[in-house]
Structures are given as structure tokens and as C-alpha cells.
């Protein structure tokens, strides 16, 4: 893969408007898949030589994500300058691919339901406060899951789920690595990194209301519109080392990756959207130009 036939992608949420930060992720990315094509005034990203520019909406968070979010995510994307590739991938539009993708993990043998609520995990693991290994063991998610469901027989976790409990699937993550071995993948800055999904325990993939998760929508999705180059900040770097082992459980292609540093407001803690950072329309509407916020993320 050369870098002007990069494919590469950005992939909000439309639980909010978009602020600076996602102005320098959505730049960013359609700069790797167009090198050099980022000049003011002109129209970037879907006519990359060779490259292609995607924009995805991960709306599978049925209780946060809006339409109306949708349609101001693609405006602000406009109007800062930047086109892509049509049709736009609605995640909520796709369940039949992730649940596709579930399937062939349940044919493996290391998926497993988990009927645990947040407070009967939490007093699990602090219910093993003689077992350091237990309590002790953090992940980019929070706690490790400490096994809980993993000890149910077939037969209570039928009963459970015919009584309609609530549960999520639960990977066998350490199964999942015995059978692949070791992975690694490549980081722009990184370099080559050896995969360690353990990190993660064992990652919910779905929930009985939501037929997939983050993890595993990304994954597939990447997969299946070609995705070459995953771009995007490095507070998801972790998040790499659980989708690389779903690649190889599901053979998936494996891309390049580029984790790229965070924009961080005065106090130096990174823009997010709970804590109101300047969005784009309020730049518009403060009578900004494209051109200059485009500069005021470093990309003049």
C-alpha cells in the first residue's frame, strides 16, 4: 500500500455536533487518503489520486445517537471543505453484518453470555479483595471481567435467556488467543506492536438490544469498505490490540494504522464533547471561515 492509495476513514457518532477535535481527526484522515490536497478554498478528500475518503456514522448507541446529529456531522464536513465517498455507512442500517460476524465466533466456541449487571461485577471483584490479581487488574475499558458466567453450565444460561434476563456476549479472549497465536500490527508512529487483547478481558462484542459493539462493528466495517489506513487519535490505541485478534478470528484484512495525537484545549485535557468543547457550528455562527478553522487545527 502506497500512501496515495491509502483508503482511510472518519467515523463519528452522532451523539453531538462536531468540535475542533473531530475537525482534526476528519482533516487528518482525508489528508492521508489526499497527500498535498488540503489547500485553502478547495474541495478535499473524495478525488484523492488513487485514495479514497470515507465517512461512516456509528449510530448503534440507540439511546444516545440522533438523526439530527447525523445530518449536522455531514453539514459541518461540507462546509469545512472536505467531500467523500458515497453512499455514507449508517451502522444502524448493517445489524445483519454484525450478527454475521457473531455467528462465526459462536461456531468457534468462544463466545458466552453474560447475564453480570455493573454492580454484580463490581461486587465480585471487590468480594475477592484476598486475590490481588483480581482486584487489581484494570483495562482501557475499566475492571477486567473477573469470569463470572464463564462458570454457568448450557443449561442455566438456556434457562436465563428463555426467561428473557438481559445479557451481553462475552469473547473468550483467552481461548480466542490460544487459537490464533501471536498477532501483531504496524502503527505510523508505533512502529510494528505485538497484540495483547488481554488487556481487554473478555470484551463484550453484543448485548441482547444491541446486536453488536464498538469493537466489533469497527472491525467488520473497516473490513468491508476496504479500509487500508485507520486513522484516528490515541486515546483509541488500546482499542487496536481487541480488533486485531477479531481479524484474525473472523480472516479479516489486517490495515495500516495511524494513531494520532489528541487536540487539547488550555488546561490541556483533550476536547471532548461532554465538556462542550467550541463546536463547529458555533464557530459558523461566530462568522469563522472554513479556511480559518482549518488553520486553527493546523491545517492551513
Not at 453531538?16 to 484522515?29: C, P, Q, V, W
Not at 475492571?143 to 444460561?157: K, M, V
Not at 481487541?242 to 483533550?270: F, K, M
Request: net charge neutral; with cysteine.
Amino acid at each position: 500500500m502506497t500512501i496515495d492509495k491509502a483508503t482511510t476513514r472518519f467515523a463519528p457518532s452522532p451523539t453531538g455536533y462536531l468540535h475542533l477535535g473531530h475537525a482534526f481527526s476528519a482533516l487528518f484522515a482525508a489528508q492521508k487518503a489526499s497527500p498535498g490536497g488540503l489547500a485553502a478554498n478547495k474541495k478535499v478528500g473524495r478525488e484523492a489520486p488513487g485514495g479514497r475518503f470515507i465517512v461512516r456514522i456509528e449510530d448503534i448507541d440507540r439511546t444516545r445517537c440522533r438523526p439530527e446529529f447525523t445530518a449536522a456531522i455531514l453539514e459541518d464536513l461540507a462546509w469545512l471543505g472536505l467531500e467523500w465517498e458515497q453512499p455514507v455507512r449508517r451502522q444502524s442500517e448493517h445489524m445483519n453484518d454484525y450478527q454475521a460476524a457473531l455467528a462465526r465466533l459462536e461456531a468457534q466456541g468462544i463466545i458466552y453470555p453474560c447475564f453480570c449487571t455493573r454492580a454484580d461485577i463490581a461486587r465480585e471483584i471487590e468480594s475477592a479483595g484476598a486475590a490481588p490479581h483480581l482486584t487489581q487488574r484494570m483495562g482501557p475499558d475499566g475492571p477486567i471481567y473477573p469470569g463470572i458466567c464463564r462458570r454457568l453450565s448450557l443449561d442455566e444460561a438456556a434457562r436465563r435467556k428463555t426467561a428473557g434476563a438481559a445479557f451481553a456476549l462475552r469473547l473468550k479472549t483467552d481461548e480466542a488467543m490460544a487459537r490464533t497465536g501471536t498477532l501483531t500490527w504496524t502503527d505510523a508512529e508505533a512502529g510494528v506492536v505485538t497484540a495483547q487483547p488481554e488487556l481487554f478481558g473478555d470484551v463484550v462484542l453484543a448485548r441482547k438490544d444491541t446486536p453488536t459493539s464498538y469493537h466489533l462493528s469497527v472491525t467488520v466495517d473497516d473490513a468491508l469498505q476496504g479500509v487500508t489506513l485507520v486513522t484516528r487519535g490515541q486515546d483509541l490505541f488500546a482499542a487496536t490490540h481487541i480488533h486485531r485478534l477479531l481479524q484474525a478470528l473472523l480472516d479479516l484484512p489486517v490495515p495500516a494504522y495511524h494513531h494520532h495525537s489528541l487536540l487539547t484545549g488550555e488546561d490541556g485535557a483533550r476536547l471532548a464533547k461532554r465538556d462542550k468543547a467550541a463546536t463547529l457550528r458555533s464557530l459558523r455562527e461566530a462568522g469563522r471561515t472554513p479556511a480559518e478553522v482549518r488553520a486553527m487545527v493546523g491545517f492551513a
